[in-house]
């Protein structure tokens, strides 16, 4: 077997990433394995890309909506509290994903370097080699993954410079040279999709089993590989690794990132190649026609949630984590305080004057009849859907909750520490039929998405009307606005009147651009994209968060937060202890 040079001890590795310091390369004896231990222990080596799968951040929600213009948070000890009222600093960052990452990279890159030589079964060299090809896939594809994250939350200015992170495409060991300058955000956009397009190369587009030998890929037929070889590799039992789809959904992730406002002067990377990332998994995905009729409502069909087994996702999911047992955690964070909720996050007037009159129109145009008497009337069907309004019912005996200040129970604006700050609950990602009654408490199944096919078509819709305007299609037969009006028809947006509002703006690029990023919003809110957005989009951080006091049946627009950023937040910090540890890296203007 290949002998490598990485021989030490790989959870001492990244520890040593976090802290640089020397004396951790010294642990007891007793501890110490080499990575040629791995080679006959496939367990251990796969614990690798296992520990990069832990590691993505979109494992769980971050909520980090509540530091933007769509929501607050109820609890001023929150994080995200913190960081929207000027707490945001180098040495106090919620959003740091320097060590963490870097860390995932690490293991990735042992990884690769050992998948050649690890047996992974008993005396079949050819499986090994197909087992080597996937995992070595998989870790291109977290490598990138990670990439696109360390990408988007420390990509900036740096002497006029448009910089990244460090590339860091082989393991680190005792004698690497840690103190290393930043790469440009061009070169880390590189490397992030050689390391996409390795990924699709070596693996399946989906985990499934093949019919016949025919299917079997010509480079394994040609080693002797079965259809029985095939499925044991490739097949639905690796349902939930990352595949060739995937890998194609990060690569759109990332082009939309380098070809929006705040990064395309340090970025090759054109709004068509973003389209074209996302317009040839889309086309797979069977164009416009495949947007899931159910993918509006995708954390609360409860028969799609329960049925879901052997790594099968909904259809309008990509990729998520495992479904786990049933839990109420999440509703315990933000359902009302009736509901025996903590009522966490609370959506903005801000955000609720986005969702337009039902009839299409935004409601500050004059067709769109919005009478502000009667606010919640005639709105976007997905108001209701995904926030609780004054009046509306929420919790598994479907209790009307009251939000006025004199309504007389704890769901009143600003009535107790959990009570809504704005007047609004969070509706979507809960399941309404969990009880956390404690005499009675039952949680369920919750769906937590890693990728959603809504986002990829809201990139495609995005990067379509910059690259070639609002009804231009590219080589994909569909345009932005053909998606936008797709999206909205699901949503039960202008379908009496023929949306006139999107027809009016089809000819404008600019009009449709504000359509555009407007559905993006509404479509993904609460999900962690808007605090991204509205950076990447290089848009005004400070606009006040909005509330509506209800009180004698009298309603008012209030302040609730004022926003505390500087211009050149647009960008994130690199973390004050990488700073003083390594004299080579350069902080981002203005941190």
């Known amino acids: 077997m290949k002998s490598l040079k990485y ?23 007793q501890n110490n394995r080499d990575l040629e231990s791995s080679y006959n222990e496939p367990r251990f080596a796969q614990g690798l890309i296992i520990n990069g799968y832990a590691r993505i951040p979109r494992n769980g929600w971050s909520f980090n909506d509540m530091a933007t213009d769509d929501a607050v948070s109820n609890n001023e000890n929150n994080a995200f509290f913190n960081l929207a009222s000027g707490q945001w600093a180098s040495d106090n960052n919620p959003l740091n994903q320097w060590q963490n990452s870097k860390a995932a ?58 910089l990244g992170v460090q590339i860091l495409d082989t393991a680190q060991d005792l004698n690497s040279e840690f103190n290393r300058p930043r790469n440009t955000f061009e070169e880390c956009m590189q490397q992030l999709y050689a390391d ?56 759109a992730q990332a082009a939309l990132l380098a070809a929006s406002p705040a990064f395309s002067s340090g970025s090759t990377t054109t709004w068509e190649d973003a389209a074209n990332y996302a317009g040839q998994l889309l086309n797979l995905n069977g164009g416009v026609n495949g947007l899931a009729p159910t993918g509006l409502t995708w954390y609360s069909n409860v028969a799609e949630i329960n049925n879901l087994g052997g790594g099968v996702n909904q259809q309008e ?71 609780v309004i004054n009046g509306t019912t929420a919790g598994p005996n479907n209790q009307v909750i009251n939000t006025t200040a004199d309504g007389g129970t704890n769901d009143g604006i600003n009535r107790v520490e959990v009570s809504t700050r ?77 949306d006139p509002y999107l027809e009016s703006v089809r000819g404008d690029k600019d009009a449709m651009r504000e359509l555009i990023r407007n559905e993006r919003r509404l479509e993904l809110c609460f999900e962690g994209f808007r605090f991204w957005d509205i950076r990447r989009w290089d848009l005004d951080l400070t606009e006040p968060a909005r509330g509506y006091r209800i009180q004698s049946n009298v309603g008012q627009v209030i302040n609730v937060q004022n926003r505390v950023f500087a211009p050149h937040m647009k960008y994130g910090p690199v973390p004050l202890s990488e700073l003083l540890k390594y004299s080579s890296l350069k902080q981002n203007t203005g941190w």
Not at 200 to 225: F, K, T
Request: net charge neutral.
């Open 105 to 162: 990279i690490q293991y990735l890159n042992l990884m690769i370097a050992a998948s050649d030589s690890v047996t992974f079964t008993v005396n079949n060299n050819l499986l090994d080699r197909m087992f080597a090809d996937r995992i070595k896939g998989e870790a291109y594809g977290l490598r990138a993954l990670f990439m696109f994250h360390l990408l988007q939350s420390h990509g900036g200015m740096a002497d006029g410079q448009l």
């Open 422 to 498: 704005t007047g609004y609950y969070m509706r979507k990602l809960l399941r309404q039929d969990v009880n956390l009654n404690p005499n009675s408490v039952n949680g369920q199944l919750h769906v937590m998405p890693r990728i959603r096919y809504t986002e990829l078509y809201l990139i495609y819709a995005e990067a379509a009307n910059e690259a070639w305007g609002p009804t231009g299609t590219g080589s994909f037969g569909f345009s932005a606005y053909d998606v936008i009006k797709r999206i909205r028809e699901r949503a039960g947006v202008g379908i009496q009147n023929g």
């Open 196 to 251: 996409a397009n390795r990924a699709i190369e070596l693996l399946p587009l989906d985990y499934e089993d093949i019919a016949n030998e025919s299917q079997v890929p010509e480079r394994y037929r040609q080693m002797g590989a079965s259809r029985n070889d095939f499925n044991r590799v490739f097949g639905e039992d690796a349902r939930q690794l990352l595949s060739g789809r995937i890998a194609m959904a990060i690569r």
């Open 7 to 29: 021989t030490y001890w790989f959870f001492v590795i990244v520890t040593v990433l976090i802290t640089g310091c020397d004396d951790l390369f010294e642990p007891a004896i």
């Open 317 to 387: 999911i990509l990729w998520r984590t495992s479904l786990g047992g049933p839990s109420s955690n999440l509703e315990a964070q933000h359902f009302p305080p009736t509901q025996f909720g903590n009522g966490l996050l609370n959506p903005t007037q801000n955000l609720v004057d986005a969702f337009p009159a039902s009839n299409g129109y935004p409601i500050s145009h004059p067709n769109s009849n919005y009478n502000p008497n009667a606010p919640y009337a005639n709105r976007d069907p997905r108001l209701n859907l995904f926030i």
